[in-house]
């Protein structure tokens, strides 16, 4: 209590907003409990930037992936924008005021994960479990099977033009570990943000586009819709579609392999005009797999 009383008068925070109004998001409150003492010192840090009139940009250092996640939350609860930015490990977040900003949230994170309890706590539990059978509507495409040797840079050249088809839409392209792309999409105007459903709706129109060009580039082996949340851990993806196990690699493999059995079958004699047999040379082919042109 004396450390929230010390930070409350630091940043002029009054102590009569005793309502139960939560000004943070789900997902802030979500991360900033699962490490709160680190939560505590990048609200500092965002506090302070909001009082000072002069800083524009905030650049942090690099994070984690849930921490950029918590942060990007956590910047568009104040009304400022946010981008990564860098490769891992040096991947970090910048935020950016923006004409949204007026001032800092009135409650702490810590008051308002009190309250978001107690809330919790009194709520009946028939509308916890009508909430849990809700599916998540869809925000973002995966490429499953992507092809061998390809990067971040050679996704987004290829689907450029079909992400510009929704210039209210802006993607992150991440490589996971289970060997697919995850295309994970959000709006670009946080202050005319897409609802859920709506953004649902505008990725399977534009899935079209670029299931195709996957296919015509031969970048992966599918293109489906799915749900990931901030950490990028996929909660839900789309029924009736199946990968191909073996990915591009196991396409590379069995080419190989059909290429060495041919190797090892003799030429067989062919005869010419006249009945005369002539040994012929078959004609080898190129080999299969390489993706480096």
């Known amino acids: 209590m004396k ?3 010390a930070f409350a008068e630091a940043f002029n925070i009054s102590p009569d907003h005793s309502d139960d109004h939560v000004p943070y998001s789900d997902i802030t409150l979500d991360l900033f409990k699962e490490n709160q003492a680190w939560g505590l010192s990048q609200e500092r840090e965002l506090r302070q930037f909001a009082l000072d009139e002069d800083r524009k940009v905030l650049r942090c250092k690099p994070m984690q992936k849930n921490q950029r996640a918590f942060m990007h939350a956590f910047a568009e609860d104040f009304g400022f ?3 990564s930015h860098d490769q891992p490990p040096h991947r970090a977040v910048s935020i950016f005021k923006t004409p949204r900003f007026v001032s800092a949230p009135h409650k ?3 008051q308002a994960l009190r309250i978001r309890a107690t809330q919790a706590a ?6 916890n479990l009508s909430a849990a059978n809700v599916a998540e509507p869809f925000n973002a495409l995966l490429l499953s099977s992507p092809k061998f040797g390809l990067t971040i840079d050679d996704v987004e050249a290829a689907l450029s033009r079909d992400f510009a088809m929704q210039p209210s839409v802006k993607f992150e ?3 996971l570990p289970s060997d697919e792309i995850l295309l994970r999409a959000s709006s670009k105007n946080f202050a005319n943000a897409l609802s859920p459903a709506a953004l649902e709706e505008t990725l399977k129109v534009l899935k079209q586009a670029v299931a195709k060009t996957v296919a015509d580039e031969e970048l992966a082996n599918s293109t489906l819709l799915c749900h990931a ?4 851990n996929i909660l839900r993806r789309e029924q009736g579609m199946k990968t191909n196990p073996g990915g591009w690699n196991a396409v590379v493999s069995r080419a190989a392999q059909k290429t060495s059995k041919q190797e090892k079958v003799p030429d067989a004699p062919t005869r010419g005009r006249g009945g005369r047999v002539t040994l012929g040379l ?3 082919k190129d080999p299969v797999g390489d993706d480096s042109a």
């Not at 009194?122 to 509308?127: H, M, R, V, W």
């Not at 949340?229 to 990028?232: G, I, R, T």
């Open 3 to 5: 450390r929230n009383a």
């Open 81 to 83: 924008d946010s981008e």
């Open 108 to 110: 702490m994170l810590t």
């Open 122 to 127: 009194s709520a009946p539990k028939t509308e």
């Open 173 to 175: 392209t991440t490589f």
């Open 229 to 232: 949340d901030y950490s990028l």
């Open 282 to 284: 078959k004609k080898k």
